[in-house]
Each structure stands twice: as structure tokens, then as C-alpha cells.
């Protein structure tokens, strides 16, 4: 029940934050991003809205934001990054500092193939407007504190407790 609950709570806040964005208005992405952002610099808003891209385009606005509080909630935690840039590309790395394939705490990162999203696909639009809202502390934690994401092609044994299901995506929170 309490999935459901976080899932339908989230879910009308990001419709109404969505509409918050583009109320009447017929303002491209750009022009929005530029007149909303406050208290967020540009180059954590891109790490933001490109980690939600590669890892969640196919997936529902719930699922886009879910994974954007993922990384919110690691910053957070404390045992992670203090940073957009620095929790997403976080991963094991060699002795000269280079990433190591497939090593990553987001899989896009370090698959070796390109990370320059399609910015013709309505998803990275979606993307950024998602980024925007949970930078901006607009969602709802409907994760209840996720800080781990999986999808369901995949099943890693974290030993953590499963909190959410969306989409594609199992979410799972860290303990102490």
C-alpha cells in the first residue's frame, strides 16, 4: 500500500509541477530552463537531466523523477558524492584515474558508447524539465529515500530493502 500511495502522490505532483512549466505558455524548453533556474548551477542541471535521460528515457515522468531522487538521496546519504556530477560518474577506476568499462554506479557512463543525448527526442526534454524539478526540490520523495535502482533485466544482490517499483525499475534504499 505504501507503494502505491508515494506512486500516486508523486505522480500528481509531477503533473502539477509539469504544468507549473508550461502553463499557458508557449516557451521552448531553452527559454524555460533559463526563466526557472534558481539555486541551480547549469552544469548539475546537465549531469542531472543526462543521467535521467540515459538511464530512464524509455520510461514514465514517475520513473524519469524517480531516478533523479536516486541521486538526490545518494548526495544526501553522505557515504556518496556531494555532487550532481560526482555521484553520477562514480565508478571504479584504474591506477591512472581512467573509469573502468562497465564499472560504473550508472551504467551509461562507462558502457563505451556515446553520451551526448539525442536533443530531437521529446524524452530529453522530459529529461531536463524532470532534472529542473528535483534540483529545485519540487518532488515529492515518493522513493521514500531510494538510493539504488536497478532494472529488471538485471538482479544484484545489494541486501538492501526494495522500496519501489516503477516502470522498469526496482528502487531499493541504503541502510544504515
Not at 500511495?5 to 531553452?30: E, K, P, Y
Not at 543521467?51 to 515522468?61: D, V
Not at 556531494?82 to 584515474?97: E, H, I, L, P, Y
Request: glycine content about 6%.
Amino acid at each position: 500500500m505504501r507503494f502505491i500511495t508515494g506512486l500516486l502522490i508523486g505522480a500528481v505532483f509531477a503533473i502539477t509541477m509539469l504544468a507549473s512549466f508550461t502553463n499557458n505558455t508557449h516557451q521552448t524548453t531553452a527559454n524555460v530552463m533559463t526563466n526557472q533556474i534558481t539555486k541551480v548551477e547549469n552544469e548539475e542541471l546537465m549531469w542531472m537531466a543526462r543521467n535521467i535521460y540515459f538511464e530512464a528515457r524509455n520510461q514514465s515522468l514517475a520513473g524519469m523523477l524517480a531516478v533523479g531522487l536516486v541521486v538526490k538521496n545518494r548526495i544526501i546519504d553522505g557515504r556518496y558524492p556531494n555532487s550532481v556530477k560526482n555521484v553520477v560518474t562514480q565508478g571504479k577506476r584504474d591506477a591512472k584515474g581512467n573509469i573502468i568499462l562497465k564499472q560504473c554506479q550508472f551504467s551509461w557512463y562507462c558502457d563505451g558508447k556515446s553520451d551526448i543525448p539525442n536533443v530531437k527526442d521529446p524524452a530529453w526534454e522530459r529529461s531536463q524539465l524532470a532534472a529542473l524539478a528535483v534540483l529545485q526540490d519540487r518532488v515529492f520523495d515518493f522513493t521514500d529515500g531510494a538510493t539504488h535502482f536497478h532494472n529488471g533485466t538485471v538482479s544484484p544482490n545489494w541486501g538492501y530493502p526494495k522500496v519501489a517499483k516503477i516502470d522498469d525499475h526496482a528502487f531499493y534504499k541504503r541502510t544504515p
